[in-house]
């Protein structure tokens, strides 16, 4: 083979050989990231409503396009960034790029999504905002985190989020009852609570949990918005005794059950997530609880009464009732009425540490005084006389003492000389004895009844006299 032909079969192959790698290079081209023109983009994340934004732990951008790579990056969030969040990321220039975000919690639960379409170019620094709509439903506790001295009292408030057509609703909060005390329902003064109706039972296990259920009072009205949002009630815990200077526990709510109406369809979205708070106890050697007795009388009368106290303390009760582990300061009573019985009045006292204060009530049953007649004066003798009388009305009350009481004064009373001469409504005839011949005497009829006695008009008679 002559020179002449090796070097045109070497200029044929370099020739076949540039082309394919030119071909090969157009394409690569088409595919990679425009290295040279990736200007910054900043990229502005909105959400849209802020319930969850404390429990969001990162976020998540992924941005593609026909003509780049795909860009996915991970941004740690701090609990304290509010609503908005903000980052600024190398972006290919180029038309129609999708960015999409997730803000994510710890446990890797997508709380909010959103997706915007945005070009970018190299003349112009552009902003792309991104509006995160919420992707889940969630029951919590807030504030998520309290810090309180043992011995006081502490409320925190129960919030529904995301939740659709709820209607009615039954929930645990479990608690470690070596250090914390349950302590009463506080109602929200959102979403119209006092038309709701609160019913709770604490149970003393490990761990301790009181079970809370409520719905509307009118049977129809939903206990969420029309976003499916609320805030429905607050309960009060009280920190109580603990060995060491500083300890925590949790509060978490581990049940639920919930339910529309019957033409409604519950709407939760999935996963359906419990948001807990976080309590710090701090140890008060010098604190020290008090007690209140509630001393109701009668017993059986099993009356109602509520008492409040400092730290906006209330409960409330029936009957006889001893309370503990109560925070020292100024409690009141204040007595419940009950038909036909007189109510004792309110009152207030200050409780010391490690002191018993009593607040008595004792009811009286609220009765009229009998009503009777005086019959006229008949049959009179030297030392007797015959009268009585007539009981119309027993006052509210059964008549246990009826007959007639005389002296030589006006208006005698049942203290003075008397008969007693039947019980109950009706007439009744009195024999007068032991008189004094030629005395003026008054004399009147009386009843009585549980409460008080009645009397009727005074009659006034001579004995006779002997010496006429």
Same mark, same amino acid.
């Given at each position: ?99 999409e975000v997730e803000a994510l919690d710890a446990a890797g639960n997508v709380l909010y999504q959103g997706e915007e379409m945005d070009s970018v170019s190299s ?81 003393? @296990? ?6 809370? *259920?409520? &719905?509307? #009072?009118?049977?129809? =009205? +939903?206990?969420?918005? %029309?976003? /499916? ?76 009464? @509520? ?6 303390? *209330?409960? &409330?009760? #029936?009957?006889?009732? =001893? +309370?503990?582990?109560? %925070?020292? /300061? ?76 005389? @002296? ?6 049942? *203290?003075? &000389?008397? #008969? ?27 009843a009585t009844n549980s409460d008080t006695t009645g009397y009727g008009d005074d009659e006034h008679f ?7």
């Amino acid at each position: 083979m002559s020179n002449k032909y090796r070097i045109s079969l070497l200029a044929c192959l370099l020739s076949i050989t540039a082309a394919f790698l030119l071909i090969v290079a157009v394409q690569c081209t088409n595919k990679s990231v425009n290295t040279t023109n990736t200007p910054s983009v900043n990229l502005s994340f909105k959400l849209s409503s802020p319930e969850l934004s404390q429990m969001i732990a990162s976020l998540r951008i992924v941005i593609s396009a026909d003509d780049m790579m795909t860009i996915d990056d991970t941004v740690e969030v701090h609990e304290d960034q509010g609503y908005v969040f903000s980052d600024t990321l190398e972006i290919p220039v180029g038309l129609n790029r999708l960015f999409e975000v997730e803000a994510l919690d710890a446990a890797g639960n997508v709380l909010y999504q959103g997706e915007e379409m945005d070009s970018v170019s190299s003349e112009v620094t552009i902003t792309v905002q991104v509006t995160l709509e919420p992707m889940v439903s969630l029951l919590k506790l807030q504030p998520r985190f309290v810090e309180v001295d043992e011995g006081k009292s502490f409320t925190f408030d129960t919030r529904i989020f995301n939740v659709k057509n709820l209607y009615d609703l039954t929930f645990r909060v479990y608690y470690d009852s070596t250090l914390l005390r349950f302590d009463s329902v506080m109602r929200s003064s959102d979403n119209n609570s006092e038309e709701i109706n609160f019913s709770y039972d604490t149970i003393k @296990s490990e761990p301790s949990y009181v079970k809370i *259920s409520m &719905s509307h #009072t009118d049977g129809t =009205t +939903l206990l969420v918005d %029309t976003a /499916g949002n609320a805030t429905l009630a607050g309960f009060r815990f009280v920190a109580r005794g603990i060995e060491s200077a500083i300890d925590t526990t949790y509060l978490g709510i581990e049940y639920k059950a919930m339910s529309a109406l019957s033409d409604d369809t519950l709407e939760i979205y999935e996963p359906f997530i419990f948001d807990s708070c976080l309590v710090q106890i701090n140890e008060d050697t010098s604190f020290v609880f008090g007690t209140v007795v509630i001393d109701q009388s009668p017993d059986e009368l099993n009356a109602p009464w @509520s008492l409040s106290g400092p730290d906006s303390y *209330s409960t &409330s009760g #029936t009957g006889d009732n =001893t +309370l503990t582990e109560l %925070t020292p /300061g100024e409690y009141t009573v204040t007595w419940g009425d009950v038909e036909s019985w007189i109510t004792p009045t309110n009152s207030s006292q200050t409780l010391s540490a490690n002191d018993t204060i009593t607040f008595s009530g004792t009811y009286t049953y609220d009765v009229e005084l009998p009503e009777v007649t005086t019959n006229s004066v008949t049959n009179i003798t030297q030392t007797t006389a015959t009268c009585g009388g007539n009981v119309t009305s027993d006052g509210g009350a059964t008549v246990t003492a009826c007959g007639v009481c005389w @002296s030589t004064n006006p208006n005698p009373t049942v *203290s003075e &000389s008397k #008969t007693i001469d039947g019980s109950g409504l009706g007439v009744y005839q009195s024999s007068i004895t032991g008189l004094t011949p030629g005395v003026d005497y008054h004399v009147r009829a009386y009843a009585t009844n549980s409460d008080t006695t009645g009397y009727g008009d005074d009659e006034h008679f001579t004995t006779d006299n002997p010496d006429n």
